[in-house]
């Protein structure tokens, strides 16, 4: 019998912690990295949200929903 059963998407957001999405969706690191988040085997990536981490290396809000909205598209 054949599951009528939807796959939920995962929504990443900005208030995620860095470490987790990457570890769940490592496709994610080539766009954080293009977006200039190279922190991503960073230590504080295990306890820095998405956001913070952005905020951290001199990016704007508008770059975060950028990184976001590419993430989302690609996982």
């Known amino acids: 019998m054949k599951s ?8 990443i957001t900005k208030n995620m912690i860095l470490g987790e999405v990457t570890r769940l969706y490592p496709n994610s690191i080539e766009i ?3 977006h200039g988040l190279h922190c991503v085997g960073c230590f ?14 001199g990016l704007s809000k508008k770059d975060v929903d950028k990184m976001i909205k590419r ?5």
């Open 44 to 57: 504080a990536s295990a306890f820095d949200t998405i956001e913070d981490a952005m905020k951290i290396h």
């Open 4 to 11: 009528t059963r939807r796959k939920t998407k995962k929504t």
């Open 71 to 75: 993430i989302n598209k690609a996982i």
């Open 32 to 34: 954080m990295l293009e």
